[in-house]
């Protein structure tokens, strides 16, 4: 306890006082209210020198703005002085401790309870020893100390569980966020894995029927096609292991996978819902990889999603444009049509967008549209349809 006292007592460090979480325009609404205290405290003083020692105490406010402790140390200094040295008139008797308090309020705002508490009563002995000759006084000034320490350790007390709440919500939402990314990972891991499984599973039938091809193949050949069929049936094997780890409990081990083949009854999905969809195929339509495909039709059912929840009844557009090395996907939506309701969750459609995308080596670009709405663009890497690829 000792040390925390003299920590926070005995220092120069500077602490300044933190603006308000209010909107712009009012977050620095304290630091304007201690600045006009501090003008209105240092116009008294009966004659020149009380007037002088009444601007520098007051302008220990300011300085209370940054260094609350040493502002603290030297505001006491000054009502001691001015006590003792220049006491004040009848008039204005009150004013130095005042500014006192006010400094006090500033310091307790930033220090530790304890050490709050032991300034605010060092305050009250030496109020007490100076004004010794009026209780009247000695009450005034100990009542101001209190409704000081009151008032900063309350204000500071709010601020720390204010931040503690949004580090609280900050670790949430991470936590949250690193959760999807792992599941979409996941999914996407399944899904993936089901494509490699049905090719090995091709490789697998052909090795086998490939010797019956061939009129009294080599036995080398029948041997060689053999070795392959065995490397792919120990590949699906182990691709199954993982395919079934991978899986939820709900889900079944031989769904199919979507296509762009599907986008159509996709569509006719959400505008079942009640978002009015409009999906077009641009460029000359071509067999894609497997893992690009299944993207695709991902990120557009996310996309669509998204529009349906938080913009519905927008008109909503889905191209599909097939070029040469990429495949680009673009959907859009106008303005909601009513209000949408509150949706949890709210980004983590994306995070799964910009994992396929990123996963593929493709880019994909997000936000909203000078319209009102929201535009999902992707561009998904295919192999040069100018060359020959192997059947």
Known sequence: MLRAVTK?????????????????????????????????????????AAKVLAISHAAMLLVALRWPVPAWWLSLGFVLGI???????????????LVHA?????????????PAVVATGVSMLVATGCLAGSWRLVVSTVVFFGV??????????????RDRLTAQMAATAHERAERTVLEERTRIARELHDVVAHHMSVISVKAEAAPYRVQDPPPELVAEFAAIRASAVDGLAEL??????????????????????QLETLAENVRAAGLPVVARIDGTPRPVPAGVELSAYRIVQEALSNALRHAPGA??????????TLLRLRISNGPATSSAPSSPGTGHGLIGMRERTAMLGGDLATGP???GGYEVAAALPLPDSTKDTPS
């Open 8 to 48: 926070d007592l005995l220092t120069m460090q500077p602490r300044p006082l933190p603006p308000l979480s209010w909107p712009r325009g009012l977050r620095w609404l304290p630091h304007v209210l201690v600045l006009l205290s501090a003008v209105a405290l240092s116009l008294t003083g009966a004659d020149l």
């Open 83 to 97: 006590a003792l040295g220049h006491p004040p008139t009848a008039d204005n008797e009150l004013w130095a401790w």
């Open 102 to 114: 006010e400094a006090l309020f500033l310091l307790t705002l930033r220090i530790r309870p304890v």
């Open 148 to 161: 000081a320490l009151l008032a900063g350790s309350l204000a500071r007390m709010r601020r720390e569980s």
């Open 240 to 261: 199954r292991r993982l395919v079934g780890v991978l899986r939820s409990g709900t889900e079944p081990a031989t769904a199919p996978q979507p296509s762009l083949d």
């Open 315 to 324: 008109e909503t557009t889905v191209a599909v444009t097939y070029q040469e």
């Open 369 to 371: 549209t000078p319209e």
